[in-house]
């Protein structure tokens, strides 16, 4: 004997308290499944009912992630690793910064952004793994509208793909990005090197500058690093005190004057900054005697007069 309709109801409201998110999701669609699939009728209106809950614990939980969803930036630039999962992105982490992370052979292994920081050419750059959710987030699938927000805020996008898959994945994830208007500077890395070159990618991305990378061969990590580093597009000048010259440079967004150097110390300094010394690329001559607009380049040293 089928159960009466306002019983049924009943009984699916008491299956759903205290169940919220991905729980609530689930149990309405075990629910639906388990609904005859009348068009009309009371059947039809419990399902009209069971289906409008599903979209609205469907919205709630897209609201909740968005606002969970946030990467503190740290370093001198923020670069995104973008790609399908199973890409390669977490190892490229691992093998380019001292974090611990979960690699898998299977996809949506991480599920959240990731930061990580690596150190190239002296200067700490912050590398973060978005997870493969990009695809339909324009239409707000699977919080990947809140991961678009975090690649806004990056100065970059390194794209991730596996060398020898089929580039239609990965022109889904480019389709996606042009809909939602996030163009960055940005470099395709075709991960896997060990296994197939990047020939197939830089034909099927013929605007993309294209580098094959194997986390199992160092030069192409060397290389990787020194691509990252041209796409942040920093420039670095080294301070320079009593003929010492400090390890760790400064790293600023040309153009960059002896005044930014001396700004990005202290504001005090750059108020009373009167010029510099210079040692290097711009420099005349070594130690030449430069004002306070002058245009410093990278390799520069300089040594602040106030
Ligand atoms: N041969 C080879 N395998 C690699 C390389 N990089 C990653 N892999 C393998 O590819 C698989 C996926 O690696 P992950 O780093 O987890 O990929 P991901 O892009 O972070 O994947 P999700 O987080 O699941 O989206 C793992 O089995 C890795 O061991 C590489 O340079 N060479
Ligand atoms: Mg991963």
Redesign the pocket.
Known sequence: MPMPHRTQMQVIKRRLVGKDGSERVRELRAILAELPNYRSGPYADIRKWVNGELEATRTRARVVHRDSISVRREGAAQIALV??????????L?ALSSIQI?????????TRPVPALTRINGVLVQLV?I??LIVGASEGRGGGRALIGVLRGADAIVF?HDASAPPAELQAVLAELEAAGVDKPSLLAA?????AGPEALAAAFPETDVLG????DDDSLEAFRQAVWRLTGLLRVFLRSGGEIEDEPVALQPPVTVLDVADSIHHELAARCVGARVWGPSARFEGQRVGREHALVDGDAVEILA
């Open positions: 790609g399908p999962p199973n890409a390669g992105k977490s190892s490229l691992q979960k690699t898998g052979d299977y996809a949506f292994t991480t793994e997870p493969g991730c991960t896997k090197a060990d296994e990378v194997s986390v199992l």
